[in-house]
């Protein structure tokens, strides 16, 4: 019996644990399509006597159980279904696959906060204030880290709480990223700011006797004898500041933690354009650095902001204006 199998009890256990199987085989890590197909699963198990397999009225039937989410995360959540479904009609041609067009209709993406330095300069002079407490006697030197890594590295949320001490690499300023996405890990040379930005935080470690052994988290706090902040924890400490420094979307709202992964490519666009730099040789670079297959993936960082579309129009004009005569300058009948 795999892990995956444990997953599921329901008449579609098999084939369920199967696909989960294959996806994880694939190098996903699969954790959100794994709890809809898990919640299904449930709920097919539940009603086994009304609904024995995968209908068109039990998936409606399901559908239902998921009124309190949003609009979008439903949908996402019938899409999920809807690939397994596909999977399964692979082996059983028969089975039922759920139409998308009867989907809610979905939303445009958030658009994510840019971050600019200026930004990050408040934030963390906001994070020196932070107060201490027994469960984390380093807040302020911690998200103080949190912020410049996510910010000078375009790192990942998770990526970032799972580091431990023992993958910063001292003498050749280096963090190791584990087994991230798609299982890949790489590793990612830092300046020599931000390596004493790392420097400084291990003396803090030092001068209260705290821990400095490898396996340590990084972003660590006291509570439950030393852990790692949680997705939460890091966004309850992020949150009050982002509010405190006025910082909020277009629409009002504190950006996420997300955004400064956005804000890192964003920059990292508009520093080589400023420098003049062939962005399109540059751009795979950036690909590997933050862990993607492709410079596909990168794509969807990349927001078109003003300051972008100057430093671009700047270029653009250095390397080619002499070519574009102004239609007023040109002689009379001339084509």
């Not at 006597?49 to 239902?64: E, G, H, M």
């Not at 996510?150 to 087994?179: M, Q």
Request: with cysteine.
């Amino acid at each position: 019996m795999t892990r995956a199998t444990a997953m599921f009890s329901s008449r579609l256990a098999l084939v369920l644990a199967r696909y989960v199987d294959l996806k994880r085989a694939l190098g996903q890590l699969f954790d959100s399509p794994t709890r809809t197909l898990q919640s299904l699963d449930r709920f097919l198990h539940n009603q086994a006597t009304k609904y024995p397999d995968l209908t068109p009225s039990a998936f409606q039937a399901w559908c239902l159980t998921q009124e309190h989410v949003t609009s979008r995360v439903r949908r996402d959540r019938m899409q999920q279904v809807h690939n397994f479904c596909l999977y399964r009609r692979r082996t059983e041609p028969q089975c039922f696959v759920p139409d998308p067009a009867l989907f809610p209709k979905p939303q445009q993406k958030l658009q994510p906060y840019i971050f600019t330095r200026q930004d990050v300069a408040r934030l963390l002079r906001a994070a020196s204030g932070l107060k201490r407490v027994l469960c984390s006697p380093l807040r302020p030197e911690v998200i103080r880290l949190a912020i410049i890594l996510l910010f000078t590295t375009g790192i990942r949320r998770g990526e970032l709480l799972r580091l431990t001490l023992g993958d910063y690499n001292r003498r050749d300023a280096t963090l190791l990223i584990r087994e991230s996405k798609f299982h890949k890990s790489r590793l990612l040379p830092l300046n020599s700011n931000i390596a004493e930005e790392m420097e400084r935080y291990l003396r803090a470690r030092f001068q209260r006797s705290l821990t400095v052994s490898s396996d340590t988290y990084l972003i660590w706090n006291n509570s439950k004898g030393g852990r790692a902040y949680s997705d939460r924890g890091l966004q309850g400490c992020l949150g009050p500041l982002l509010k405190q420094c006025s910082i909020f979307t277009a629409k009002g709202r504190v950006p996420r933690i997300h955004d400064f992964r956005h804000a890192f490519a964003v920059n990292a666009l508009l520093r080589w354009y400023r420098e003049g730099t062939d962005v399109g040789a540059k751009l795979p670079l950036l690909a590997t650095y933050m862990g993607h297959v492709s410079v596909l993936s990168t794509h969807y960082y990349l927001q078109w902001i003003e300051p972008l579309r100057t430093a671009a129009s700047e270029k653009f004009a250095c390397h080619y204006g002499k070519l574009i005569v102004p239609v007023t300058s040109r002689k009379r009948g001339q084509r």
